[in-house]
């Protein structure tokens, strides 16, 4: 083989590969190009996340709002039933001992 078909096997093999780059770009090119109403619709998706998130982020607060009210209730209500069981307990050693005192005086007189 001599200089100049070298240098035109070079060349043939060098277009060759030019136009298979070529053509993979193209075929790349083609599957992965986004279309204008792709790219609205794709906004629209993206608009719609972000105000479901925003509401999820609401619904979270509002959630622990809530039960930061809930546990306060609940808090306060148990205070009250102690404090009610502590009266009740109270009234009935009283009327325990009244019925002792009272029997014992019956049973003096």
Do not use: P
Not at 18 to 36: D, E, K, N, P
Not at 44 to 63: C, F, G, N, P, V
């Amino acid at each position: 083989m001599n200089r100049s078909e070298f240098i035109i096997a070079t060349a043939a093999v060098l277009f060759v590969a030019f136009l298979l780059g070529w053509f993979a770009s193209w075929i790349i090119h083609r599957v992965t190009r986004v279309t204008q109403s792709e790219m609205g619709e794709l906004d629209k998706m993206a608009q719609s996340l972000h105000e479901a998130e925003e509401t999820r982020d609401q619904a979270i607060t509002y959630l622990q709002q809530r039960e930061a009210e809930l546990t306060n209730q609940l808090t306060q209500t148990e205070a009250e039933l102690q404090a009610a069981m502590d009266g009740l307990r109270d009234a009935r050693e009283e009327a325990e001992e009244l019925r002792n005192y009272i029997e014992s005086v019956q049973a003096d007189s």
